[in-house]
């Protein structure tokens, strides 16, 4: 890596540290790039070398957040084994997304917040829905089995998975990634003996 390089992903780092630590006192409409400059100690013109504006820095912190937690579910389900049963896979699953959830907590509890942009919560759930979609395509026997349409299915899932989030975040994460999963199994164990 080149120094150029290896000093404008410093650079970035900081922009993107700073800005979240703004965010976590004042709601993101109200802040402004010069709040962003004056915490960051940097000029405006060394911010718009690496952003348009804050929806463009939020946009990317967002992104490389979604881009990550895809990462950690596919290197997942690269290892499933044709052995393994499905629910087994999906356990497996809730357990790589919670570690990941405990992982980037105080991110996302800014971003859950008052102060984060509207509609985090609908880009969060495409997300993981994109994620658990590609999933579910790959079992056959799954597919072939359900009985509701999949966006359905989907949003079911991936609605009851963020709440599930949220209020473990809200909790200020009082349960071991394990813990949680473990109590995401059994709430479904619970509506499927209903």
Request: no cysteine; aromatic share 12%.
């Amino acid at each position: 890596m080149s120094v150029y390089t290896e000093k404008n992903r410093k650079t970035k780092q900081l922009i993107q540290k700073s800005f979240m630590e703004i965010l976590e006192s004042k709601s993101f409409e109200s802040i402004t790039i010069g709040d962003i400059t004056k915490t960051a100690q940097i000029n405006r013109g060394t911010f718009y070398l690496h952003y348009q504006d804050k929806f463009d820095l939020l946009d990317q912190i967002e992104q490389q957040l979604f881009e990550d937690l895809g990462q950690h579910i596919d290197e997942l389900q690269s290892r499933y084994s044709s052995t393994q049963t499905f629910e087994k896979e999906q356990e497996q699953l809730a357990a790589t997304l919670f570690s990941f959830i405990e992982i980037h907590a105080p991110m996302l509890k800014i971003f859950l917040s008052d102060h984060g942009r509207a509609g985090f919560h609908i880009r969060f759930k495409n997300a993981v829905s994109t994620k658990v979609r590609f999933n579910l395509e790959k079992n056959e026997s799954f597919t072939a089995n359900l009985k509701v349409p999949m966006e359905y299915f989907l949003s079911f899932i991936t609605s009851a998975f963020l709440g599930l989030i949220e209020q473990w975040v809200q909790n200020g994460l009082d349960k071991t990634p394990q813990e949680m999963t473990a109590l995401y199994i059994d709430i479904i164990l619970f509506i499927k003996k209903r």
